[in-house]
């Protein structure tokens, strides 16, 4: 199983961005089961929990993303998505997409920049 990150850039701050996580050789029912987050990792920071599906299921956010992102999954494409709306100059950062199955297996991404300009 591979974890491929896509979708991350230079924005400017209020503009949006989406990230895709693809789990690659990933069965359909590990994916539908597995808990699929997103943290990121700014210079000199530790690396943080942004947004959470539980199981697949329950959406649970950091107070920073509240209301500004939007994680979704797609099972037939075995993706899971970021929307990430008025972007601020302070997420920047590498983010990351984490997959734990049912089975306890524990994936991550590559990471994929996302750098927000004033």
């Known amino acids: 199983v591979q974890l491929v990150e896509s979708g991350g850039g230079l924005v400017q701050a209020g503009g949006s961005l989406r990230l895709s996580c693809r789990a690659s050789?990933?069965?359909?029912?590990?994916?539908?089961?597995?808990?699929m987050e997103w943290h990121r990792q700014a210079p000199g920071k530790k690396r943080e929990l942004v947004a959470g599906l539980i199981r697949g299921a329950d959406a649970n956010y950091a107070d920073s993303a509240k209301g500004r992102f939007t994680i979704s999954k797609d099972n037939t494409r075995r993706t899971v998505y970021l929307q990430m709306n008025n972007l601020k100059p302070e997420d920047t950062a590498v983010y990351y997409c984490?997959?734990?199955?049912?089975?306890?297996?524990?994936?991550w991404g590559q990471g994929t920049q996302v750098t927000v300009s004033s």
């Open positions: 984490h997959h734990l199955t049912p089975m306890a297996n524990d994936y």
């Open positions: 050789g990933m069965i359909l029912s590990e994916f539908s089961g597995s808990t």
